[in-house]
């Protein structure tokens, strides 16, 4: 077999060696499956019901058989392992959107079709999102079906439970609502509820790192003395929220408690000013996009009402999305520097993997370091032997 040097199905990757570990990270563009090198190269690939892995000897190999070569072969090694997954987080032991791969799965084993490269469910699946499906049962907060003792798998995206947003930065609950109320109702409480996650983002972030929700609550309770009609679904919301906390902390401070305190300030540090650059030129033009999309509001029709209250909320929903996203990532490095295992596999969205490079070079210069390719998903890496060597995990598979 070729030594392998290219993996398809990511649009970034990096390695860095820390405090005797190695981490490797990985980036996806989700909904995203075409650009992958196998258009060009023989890869390694699934087996049309997913069951097993195939490969053409080849120089190139693809992110989920990688995986699965890679987990296989630290199992059986002994080789304790952390996998940081961008899954949302779980406190149950099943996930109800994946029942429609099950049904795909169990249709495919009935068929027996030979194939050349993985055929996915859908065609706008990434392979994040086809990584995850396969791998529910290590994913699950009980996890006595996963066959891999060795790999503690973390599910990260602490944005989301169960699939509902739970993040203090999201709108859709209401965006979902919109047209249950007439909108010069809503139109004043809808600006204030922008403008205030605009404007104390940074006291929404120092609240989910402290200890106790005294700090989001006090928000809340700002929030809620300014809404009427609003302020049922909103409060359910909140509702929805506190099942991330434990015993009144969230669970990004529960992570960061058990950090050392200068590794636990970097953290909060970084992703503040990360925050900081970000939003602080919205915020400037927070009251000149009001005036001007609002100007002619009072003599809009009820539809073109609507239209600028879902101009409002998707425009800035998009910006908190960021921010959102920077909530997660405080998660993920508190569980990078709580990893126990030797190797260290980071598989997240690419924009995340971003972030995590910039703070790693802050300690240490990266081994391999890819730039993100927006429309490419193949990574060439020449070294790529001398530190994952993906011959060896391959050839495993195969011999047992």
């Not at 996915?120 to 791998?135: I, N, Q, V, Y």
Request: with cysteine; net charge negative.
């Amino acid at each position: 077999m070729k030594p392998v040097t290219l993996i398809s199905g990511i649009n970034n990757m990096s390695i860095f060696y820390y405090q005797n570990k190695k981490f490797y990270f990985f980036g996806d563009l989700h909904e995203q499956n075409q650009h992958s090198c196998d258009q060009e190269y023989a890869c390694d690939y699934f087996n049309y019901d997913f069951s097993h892995v195939e490969t053409h000897g080849s120089s190139c190999t693809t992110i989920g058989p990688l995986l699965f070569y890679w987990f296989n072969y630290n199992n059986a090694n002994g080789i304790h392992t952390d996998f940081l997954f961008e899954e949302s987080y779980t406190k149950k032991n099943e996930r109800q959107y994946y029942q429609y791969f099950k049904q795909i799965v169990d249709i495919r084993k009935s068929q027996h079709v030979n194939v050349l490269s993985t055929i996915f469910p859908r065609k706008d699946m990434s392979w994040l999102a086809l990584t995850g499906a396969l791998l529910q049962p290590c994913l699950y907060k009980n996890k006595d079906k996963c066959k891999y003792q060795y790999v503690h798998m973390h599910n990260v995206d602490i944005r989301a439970l169960e699939g509902e947003k739970v993040s203090p930065f999201s709108l859709i609950f209401l965006e979902e609502e919109l047209q249950s109320f007439y909108p010069p109702d809503i139109k004043d409480e809808l600006i204030f509820i922008v403008k205030t996650l605009l404007y104390r983002y940074r006291d929404i972030i120092k609240a989910l790192v402290d200890d106790y929700d005294d700090d989001l609550k006090t928000i809340y309770d700002d929030l809620f003395k300014s809404l009427y009609y609003l302020k049922p679904i909103y409060q359910q919301q909140v509702n929805l929220m506190k099942q991330m906390y434990i015993n009144n902390t969230h669970i990004i401070a529960t992570e960061l408690k058990k950090l050392n305190s200068g590794i636990r300030h970097n953290i909060i540090n970084f992703i503040l000013h990360l925050s900081d650059d970000y939003i602080k030129p919205i915020i400037d033009q927070f009251d000149q996009w009001i005036n001007k999309w609002f100007y002619y509001f009072d003599n809009e029709t009820p539809d073109e009402q609507l239209n600028t209250l879902t101009l409002l909320l998707t425009t800035y929903m998009n910006h908190f999305t960021v921010l959102a996203a920077y909530t997660m990532d405080i998660y993920v490095l508190c569980k990078l520097f709580l990893a126990e295992g030797d190797d260290v596999i980071v598989y997240t969205g690419a924009y995340h993997i971003e972030v995590y490079n910039l703070f790693f070079k802050q300690l240490t210069e990266p081994i391999f370091e890819s730039k993100t390719y927006e429309h490419r998903k193949c990574i060439q890496f020449d070294q790529l032997p001398k530190y994952l060597n993906v011959n060896q995990f391959r050839e495993f598979y195969y011999i047992i």
